[in-house]
């Protein structure tokens, strides 16, 4: 018997997990693959949402309070881990410049630095490897990337030296319940019970939750292409129409990515080697000499405006959901965990939870 079963250790599951643990409860992970292998690993890890602007409130504030706890995160992830997350500041420039007021006016209620580049030589100072035929972006210095596959390595390790308990390799068939209150999780191999079930299962969440109420959340893929370049070759995240390149601090640049509605299938396209590689080049042309090292595709837990379900379940006492972080997981991640772990411990939040909630509009 634990106090908490968490169902899926993506970086949504791994991170509620160990926000859970930190406040004293016994924790369970149940992940039916490998630990962080599915959209946690394949995501981009920009630490904002792509262009925030077009976002609800209730994204934001999930945003920018992750933005400020990440910094510790990392820290302490790397002291528990040994794993440098790559947290970087590698700052954003927008080439597509049409929604500048909009933007502006984000930007001064979100007190963010924002600003307009007309000057063809300062552009070149931010990134000389962009393309000659640019000459104004929006440039946003303060945007982060973290290296998402370090981070769920790392979240990893340091559920292990904390003790954690997770079981990999198993699938929940089930979520157990009775007289409107949660018992615990049916594997293939046994019954696991606890006071309190958490479905952070990505993609699958509306799945796992089937006959218990309905969450909107489907899976839409999101193909992704790695570059092999050198170090120091392009230093800025760089985003156009959707399509962005984000630099590594080895070298290695990702381009993407695509939006495909194609249900729970993560098959790479030649379309989009093709898209994703034009565009990446139409940034940075040196990315057209660059071989092409991987691609792959990942399935985000999409909802219709990305207001991710962080809430207790309306009818089954015991039971949240902690999913639906669509295309901001890695960004929006500490802050949600945080909020969850307030929900479940019957603290006072950081914020408003009504946006959250299973009757909320997502
Ligand atoms: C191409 C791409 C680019 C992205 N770029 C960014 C970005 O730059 N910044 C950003 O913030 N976000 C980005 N994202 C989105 C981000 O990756 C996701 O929002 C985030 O990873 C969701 O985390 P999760 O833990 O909810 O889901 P997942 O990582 O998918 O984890 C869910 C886990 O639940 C497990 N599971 C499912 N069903 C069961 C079951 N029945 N029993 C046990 N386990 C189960 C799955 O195996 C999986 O491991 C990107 C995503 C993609 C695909």
Redesign the pocket.
Known sequence: MSDCIV????????LTARSLHLAGLDVLL?????????????????????YPWRYSDAVNRLAEQSKTLYPELAAELQSESGVDCELLNSGMLYTDTDELEVARAWGQKWNQNLELITDRQMLERIEPALHPDIERAIWMPDIR?IR?PKLVQALRSSLQTRGLRCIEH????EILSSGGKVLGVR?AEQDLLADKVIV??????A??MQGLGKIDVEP?????LMFHGEPDQIRTMVLSQGHYI?PRRDGRVLA???LEKTGFEKQITDEATKTLSADAAALVPLLAELPIERQW?????GTVNGIPYICAHSEIEGLYV????????????PASAQLLTEIVLGEKTFCDTSDYSMSAAH
């Open positions: 169902i899926g250790g993506g970086v949504i599951g791994l149940v992940e039916r693959g490998n630990l962080g292998g599915e959209s946690s690993w394949a995501g981009g890890g920009i630490i904002s949402p792509l990337q998402n198993t699938e929940v068939k594997t952070a299962s990505g993609a699958w969440s799945r796992v839409v893929k999101g193909q992704m984000i993407g990515s695509t595709a990942g399935l985000r837990p902690h999913a639906g972080h669509y295309r901001n997981g890695i960004v929006l991640g």
